[in-house]
């Protein structure tokens, strides 16, 4: 995802000119939506405060079906638009959800907190997302530290009856995931290229997409299998005991 609130305007301009000189498509206006409908029939994006004003009318109608929204990071940080974004995307018959940027510096507890107080008593569909990876987070941090305050902000989001998935990328997967964690859903980062040898049940394939609605380059994601599958997984954020006791 890379929207970190912590990035400069001055690292992010760099960091904008440098995927233009390596020719990643920043700037460059195409109508094709990838990963390809051909071969998945659901189809999503993921949005915060960085993507600006978006009409979700016009998503819609592009044939998008989710869109997962920024709402917290960290301890106390919540996205200024997730309130206004999660109801204009149900009022236009998306589904969605709700994402976390994991700060490795924060305590887990705190994590948890703060997300919970801004999705709490929301109507969502998918899984509330963590957003594991290494862009925007200290890297002095250890592996089992981090581990520690993840499991701590899942056990807490648990323990209110939530439903989790995890996002990350294949440095994420391979650090943090795999041997480990592998029983969450997941999200996948893999650009261009369909994620292999792990089990998805989203793939961000470009954060270089065009979209109706959006005046900026935006994520789009794949949903790995039918719409009968998709029925049952964006059944609702919380467990089904849990949702039977609201």
Known sequence: MKKSVLLSPLVALLLLGAVLLTGCGYGRRSTKIYPDRDRFEVIGIDISAHNGDIDFRKVAAEGIDFAIIKATEGGTFKDKKF??????????????????FF???????????????????????????????????????????????????????????????????????????????????????????????MKWHLWQG??????????????????????????????GCMTSAAADTQ
């Open 206 to 235: 470009t954060h270089n997409g065009w979209i109706n609605g959006i005046n900026a380059p935006v994520d789009i994601n794949a949903f790995k299998g039918s719409r009968t599958d998709w029925a049952v997984f964006a059944s």
């Open 83 to 100: 309130i206004d974004n999660i109801r204009l995307a149900r009022e236009a018959g998306l589904k969605t959800g709700a994402y976390h």
């Open 103 to 197: 700060r490795f510096d924060t305590p887990g507890y705190m994590q948890g907190l703060n997300f919970l107080n801004s999705v709490r008593g929301r109507q969502l569909d998918l899984p509330l997302v963590i957003d594991l990876e290494e862009w925007a987070n200290p890297n002095s941090q250890p592996t089992a530290m981090v581990l520690n305050r993840l499991s701590e902000m899942i056990d807490h989001l648990e323990s209110h009856g939530y439903r989790v998935m995890i996002y990350t990328n294949k440095n994420g997967f391979a650090r943090f995931i795999k041997g480990r964690l592998e029983g969450y859903p997941l999200w996948i980062c893999s650009l261009v290229d369909e994620p292999k040898d």
